[in-house]
């Protein structure tokens, strides 16, 4: 994790602190880690900066997935959107789960990773 915690660093030192401090809550020998990343981009070369290093994260930790927050076209009505989560797994399983606004799912599906619908959500880090 040492590397981690160093890689994040050359990003941003605050976090990779708060980081360290989290991760030496967890046996990493035996356990699966979620590492929360609270990204928010204001261009473009943010994103491709932050994409950049989640793919450096996933191969130092080889990572077996990747979730995160998006809001995707409502099932009853696709002028609406609502909150949902897309995880994409190392081995190429693909789910996207949609919430209600009160956060109770609603439904899930598995893709493809060919699929064009989620073309514009994955992320180039496996």
Do not use: H
């Not at 699966?32 to 990204?39: A, H, L």
Request: glycine fraction near 2%.
């Amino acid at each position: 994790m040492k590397k981690l915690v160093e890689k994040v660093a050359e990003y941003d030192a605050d976090y990779a602190d708060d980081l360290k401090e989290m991760l030496g809550e967890y046996d990493n020998d035996v356990e699966d880690i979620p590492i929360p990343f609270p990204f928010s981009f204001g261009s473009e070369k943010e994103f491709e900066d932050a994409e950049v290093l989640l793919k450096e994260v996933a191969d130092i930790t080889e990572a077996k997935a990747y979730s995160f927050i998006v809001e995707a076209m409502s099932v009853d009505n696709e002028e609406d959107t609502v909150p949902s989560l897309f995880t994409e797994c190392r081995e190429g399983k693909i789910f996207l789960t949609l919430f209600d606004w009160e956060y109770k799912k609603v439904d899930e599906e598995e893709y493809e990773s060919t699929d064009e619908d989620i073309q514009s959500f994955r992320l180039k880090i496996f």
